[in-house]
């Protein structure tokens, strides 16, 4: 009897092992199935960096791109060797389909010039909002969402809400002193003047600054410089973009020969900035807090 019940415990043992074994190897097969579900759906993501920023959005999700725009930049190695689709405002839609994308992410401001090429070839095309750094935000948690990198979107919108609380606590440390200031954006030929609502406008609200085309509804408007001066800007910050070099020797003929611009305080004073294209771009990115405290130094000097 006693040895029938020593081998009967014997065998529940035994018995109780292998189950335990077959559960394991079908948590194993289970976890691998996951990984192999998760990698495929990567895989079968082929995303087009359509602008600088994009790719370095993405880079910071660690998603990969099969393609990214022309740029004299410098991009984050992983996209080392990828072809370009071209210029990111005048992309080539003909060699973006050969590339078979998934997706396109663009940027809002590009997207009534390329709509309608991109419908017409069929490929799907998603532009983000990144004309304030609150719409970038939500943009990277939406792409978070969507690609499976929830983590690293909370992380990024973290890291970059913590810098930019820091910088707005030295403007707070000026309150009082807030500066009114006027934002030229020029391009080659002709100059806009930029409202709140665009990205360099929203980078002035968070540095400190009074925006003097506060009230209006679009991002930029036409230069009127009888209006303008009636503003009175303490500060006037000029941005240089698509041919910086040119765009600034335009606005030292502008003021030069305008005489208007003579009788503004901020010229009188000397305070008139031309700031790098590299940090204040037309669009949101994420040296927001580089940006920011570059604004604060001009400010409170």
């Not at 036409?222 to 606005?251: C, Q, W």
């Not at 503004?264 to 037309?282: I, S």
Request: glycine share 6%.
């Amino acid at each position: 009897m006693k040895k029938w019940l020593v081998a009967m415990g014997l065998s529940m043992v035994f018995l109780a092992g292998c189950a335990s074994d077959d559960a394991q190897e079908a948590g194993n097969i289970d976890e691998q199935a996951s990984n192999n579900a998760t990698e495929q759906v990567e895989e079968e993501h082929r995303i087009i960096a359509g602008s600088v920023v994009i790719a370095t959005i993405l880079d910071e999700l660690n998603l990969d791109a099969v393609a990214i725009p022309d740029t004299a930049k410098e991009l984050p190695a992983r996209f080392d060797g990828l072809p370009d689709i071209g210029n990111a405002m005048n992309p080539d839609p003909e060699v973006i389909k050969s590339l078979n994308p998934t997706e396109v992410l663009s940027v809002s401001t590009l997207e009534s010039d390329l709509k309608e090429p991109f419908e017409k070839l069929k490929i799907p095309a998603d532009f983000l909002d990144l004309t304030s750094i609150e719409s970038m935000m939500a943009e990277i948690t939406e792409l978070g969402d969507r690609y499976n990198r929830v983590e690293e979107a909370k992380a990024l919108n973290a890291k970059l809400q913590g810098e930019i609380d820091d910088v707005q606590a030295l403007a707070q440390a000026h309150e009082g002193e807030k500066p009114k200031v006027l934002i030229i954006l020029g391009v080659p030929g002709s100059y806009l003047v930029a409202t709140e609502h665009s990205y360099a406008g929203d980078l002035v609200r968070l540095a400190g600054g009074e925006n003097v085309m506060a009230g209006q509804e679009a991002e930029y408007l036409p230069s009127n410089t009888e209006y303008l001066y009636d503003a009175n800007p303490d500060i006037i910050l000029r941005l240089a973009h698509g041919m910086p070099d040119e765009v600034i020797k335009m606005f030292d003929e502008e003021f030069k020969t305008n005489d208007v611009w003579n009788h503004f305080e901020a010229v009188k004073n000397g305070r008139v900035y031309d700031l790098e294209e590299e940090l204040f771009g037309t669009t949101a990115a994420l040296n927001v807090p580089e940006a920011l405290n570059t604004l604060i130094d001009i400010f409170y000097k």
